[in-house]
């Protein structure tokens, strides 16, 4: 083999070389973002779920406060019917 094509694909090597090493570089960016991108969406998917989930809460708030005021008025009820029998005023 001439040294004038040792030295030709010697280069092409060199190249190719050069060109893998800036996929590489460029590989290497995008799993970073790519991580990146995915903490980002879970994160939000967390947070989505925590407001969803609040109005199902808030309803429910309503009426275990509603439940309780029918109880308390069935008690006081109660209690005054209690008094009336007993005589009290």
């Known amino acids: ?7 030709e694909k ?7 070389i050069s060109k ?6 460029t590989l290497q960016t995008m799993d970073y973002r790519l991580g990146t991108v995915e ?4 994160s939000i998917d967390d947070k989505l779920d925590k407001v969803l989930s609040e109005p199902a809460v808030e ?3 309503k009426w275990d406060k509603f439940i309780d ?8 009820a109660l209690l ?9 005023k």
């Open 59 to 61: 309803k429910s708030k």
């Open 69 to 76: 005021y029918i109880f308390y008025f069935v008690l006081a």
């Open 80 to 88: 005054g019917f209690i008094t009336l029998k007993l005589g009290m």
């Open 39 to 42: 903490k980002t969406t879970s």
């Open 10 to 16: 010697f280069d092409n090597h060199e190249e190719r």
């Open 20 to 25: 893998l090493e800036d996929v590489t570089s």
């Open 1 to 7: 083999m001439s040294e004038d094509l040792i030295k």
